[in-house]
């Protein structure tokens, strides 16, 4: 089934920008919505971004920033970070679910019900 790998975290001053990459096996990843979130220490995990078949979408606070995209030759989808600051800081995870669902809430979420996840990478916005 369905895997995914996340790569690219790592230590980064304010102002500077990193790759995440999210690599995936055993399905191709063009058959999912994809979404990014990340969790802050102390705080509840939010939305970063998420891609579908026709469009992709970020949190506010991104906005700007950061740019997700999918390669689907490599089946692999990245977050480029850019202008880094603190409170950027987290652990990231990439996610997917099937392109088809069904959301009971009255919500726009179009990354909501993510089916698979990944472990997560760090990502550490510090002077």
């Known amino acids: 089934q369905l895997q995914l790998v996340e790569s690219g975290g790592g230590s980064v001053r304010p102002g500077g920008s990193l790759r995440l990459s999210c690599a995936a096996s055993?399905?191709?990843?063009?058959?999912?919505?994809i979404g990014w979130f990340r969790q802050a220490p102390g705080k509840e995990r939010e939305g970063v971004s998420c891609i579908t078949s026709t469009s992709t979408d970020y949190a506010d606070s991104v906005k700007g920033r950061f740019t997700s995209s999918r390669d689907n030759a490599k089946n692999t989808v990245y977050l480029q970070m850019d202008n880094l600051g603190p409170d950027d800081t987290g652990v990231y995870y990439c996610a997917a679910g099937p392109k088809a669902y069904f959301n009971p809430t009255g919500k726009a979420d179009p990354c909501y019900g993510m089916s698979y996840w990944g472990k997560g990478t760090l990502v550490n916005v510090t002077s």
């Open positions: 055993g399905s191709t990843l063009d058959s999912y919505r």
